[in-house]
């Protein structure tokens, strides 16, 4: 089977069988670019509905644009890894600002727009303007691995590189970004990483891995890098009179660029305690139940610290408290009520529930 005939049965498998998601209506740019962000380490269960929310409340480049950081984070709730929806938004803002809100066409030419990296331009390009791009990910790893027999050397540089060339000459002088999307697709439903449905491929007589039984080992498991332990200390400032929350955009850390609690290492937690045991108004305690998150290779776990104002503390108090800690000082009180949507990630609503369920059973 040459490359074109592969390519034609593949095109006409994703004809029938392509999955009817709301970005595949119509091409739309904003609407292809904003899901592409939204796909990156978080399943389409989760992102259909939180994508049809965002697109019909920032409807377009400029809304999107112009949209201030809280409801930002409210419609970003939930998808995690906060940080690409600041990406996308400073992304909107170059193209409004420098390019007049028209967007790129040519992948080198969405490279130019911030966060925007190789794998989101490519989809863009070939998609939105059909050009002769290649779009590799992880399902496209899987695919070409099996086609191929490839069962090592597949995630270091040269085989990515080897990868890509070979989507790339697989790809059809017309409706390259429906092949994209079809090789994407292929990987996503059928190559599956475990139970393959490889009699349902249309692709199964070209596949070498499906030849000579080793699918299971095509592609190798991708290296992991080995888990590091962390110990943090999450502090609440809380205001009970006002039953108010203090939340911070953080500078540091893990979960920089994120409004959440402050966090401190284990190592910082010993100075804090002193710190603001020494500051009248306050009463410091810690909390019996601990948190535990993972982010990347990282292993969390986690305290918490709540640091409750006996009376009413003046605006110079605080400042002097957070000033001592070194921590951000771009930081407001919030309505325990209304808390969970302002905050960015699920770390910080592990430590909400917490603080949520001690202070129930306290009263």
């Not at 377009?60 to 809280?70: I, S």
């Not at 108010?244 to 500078?251: D, G, S, Y």
């Not at 709540?306 to 070194?326: D, M, P, R, Y």
Request: glycine share 4%; with cysteine.
């Amino acid at each position: 089977m040459t490359m074109n005939q592969c390519a034609e049965k593949l095109l006409a498998w994703y004809d029938h069988n392509h999955r009817p998601l709301p970005w595949r209506q119509k091409v739309n740019i904003y609407h292809i670019w904003v899901c592409e962000v939204m796909s990156q380490q978080t399943t389409l269960a989760v992102v259909v509905p939180k994508f049809s929310e965002f697109v019909k409340h920032l409807p377009t480049v400029y809304d999107l644009a112009a949209c201030d950081e809280e409801k930002l984070r409210q419609l970003w709730s939930g998808l995690g890894y906060y940080a690409r929806a600041r990406n996308l938004k400073n992304g909107a803002k170059f193209i409004v600002e420098q390019l007049d809100g028209s967007f790129p066409q040519l992948y080198h030419e969405w490279l130019k727009i911030p966060g925007c990296g190789p794998y989101t331009a490519s989809v863009i390009a070939s998609i939105c303007f059909n050009e002769k791009v290649a779009c590799v990910d992880g399902n496209v790893v899987r695919v070409v691995s099996r086609l191929l027999a490839l069962s090592d050397d597949v995630w270091s540089s040269s085989g990515q590189s080897a990868i890509q060339t070979h989507v790339a000459q697989m790809i059809p002088d017309v409706r390259p970004g429906d092949f994209n999307q079809a090789i994407m697709e292929l990987g996503a439903t059928v190559c599956r990483k475990s139970k393959p449905l490889c009699l349902l491929c249309p692709l199964q007589e070209h596949c070498q891995a499906f030849a000579h039984n080793c699918i299971e080992i095509c592609p190798p498991k991708k290296p992991r890098r080995d888990a590091v332990d962390v110990e943090l200390f999450a502090l609440v400032f809380w205001r009970k009179t006002a039953d108010t929350l203090a939340i911070a955009n953080r500078t540091k850390g893990f979960l920089s660029n994120t409004f959440g609690f402050p966090l401190i290492s284990a190592i910082e937690a010993s100075q804090a305690k002193k710190v603001l045991q020494s500051l009248e108004h306050l009463q410091l305690f810690e909390l019996p139940s601990k948190f535990s998150h993972r982010i990347t290779h990282h292993r969390i776990s986690g305290k918490i610290l709540v640091a409750q104002e006996v009376e009413n503390l003046s605006i110079t108090t605080e400042s002097v408290a957070w000033q001592k800690l070194g921590l951000p000082q771009d930081f407001y009180w919030v309505s325990r009520s209304v808390i969970v949507s302002k905050l960015s990630t699920s770390l910080d609503n592990k430590v909400f529930k917490i603080f949520q369920n001690y202070q129930d059973k306290a009263s």
